[in-house]
T-cell receptor, first 117, second 113 residues
């Protein structure tokens, strides 16, 4: 079956530090890969996505590249801000034998990021 | 310009007292999903609708039911809430392919006394 593994958290950084959150996946088909972010007390919102191998998703200074050879989709940002403090979820959406997945997501366990001034 | 709206944002109920959470969308998406999320854990999919076609996850307790009377609205009914059902409930929508983004509502925080 499909699965997503994220690096253990929580992650604590100082403002302007470099961020990497590792994400690896297992999938049977041709998945799309997503990073969602959840700010305290809110729902999830899409941060970025990539729908095929070697695609790079980017948004708000965050980037992630879909690496099929290493089954990875690591999230990076060159200089984090206090406002980036949130929970980050890596997720995949795959096709399933015999029909559509209806866009169902398989989530990683989430990584809590705290950025200090 | 809210796209996925959930009401109420906070719901308090008593042990065993039925509760209904609502979700509405302005995106005209085919698929609506209900998730349960506890303590910054990953959201757990309970069920989803593709139009009126209902799809239940295998491990969703019978205590949880859902209704989708039209494209815009979807309801989550918890027939007899237990203490373990206290959680954030998230509604999401998408067009339903593997490349489509899911759009989440702000969630309803359910407390069971």
């Amino acid at each position: 079956g499909n699965s997503v593994t994220q690096m253990e958290g929580p992650v604590t950084l100082s403002e302007e530090a470099f961020l990497t959150i590792n994400c690896t996946y297992t999938a049977t088909g041709y998945p799309s890969l997503f990073w969602y972010v959840q700010y305290p007390g809110e729902g999830l919102q899409l941060l970025l996505k990539a729908t095929k191998a070697d695609d790079k998703g980017s948004n708000k200074g965050f980037e992630a590249t879909y690496r099929k050879e290493t089954t990875s989709f690591h999230l990076e940002k060159g200089s984090v801000q206090v406002s980036d403090s949130a929970v980050y979820f890596c997720a995949l959406s795959d096709t399933y034998a015999g029909g559509t997945s209806y866009g169902k997501l398989t989530f990683g366990q989430g990584t809590i990021l705290t950025v200090h001034p | 310009d809210a796209m996925v709206i959930q009401n109420p944002r906070y719901q308090v109920t008593q042990f065993g007292k039925p509760v209904t959470l609502s979700c509405s969308q302005t995106l005209n998406h085919n698929v609506m999903y209900w998730y349960q999320q506890k303590s910054s854990q990953a959201p757990k999919l309970l069920f989803h609708y593709y139009d009126k076609d209902f799809n239940n996850e295998a491990d969703t307790p019978d205590n949880f039911q859902s209704r989708r009377p039209n494209t815009s609205f979807c309801f989550l009914d918890i027939r007899s809430p237990g203490l373990g059902d206290a959680a954030m409930y998230l509604c999401a929508t998408s067009r339903g392919s593997r490349t489509d983004t899911q759009y989440f509502g702000p969630g309803t925080r359910l407390t069971v006394l």
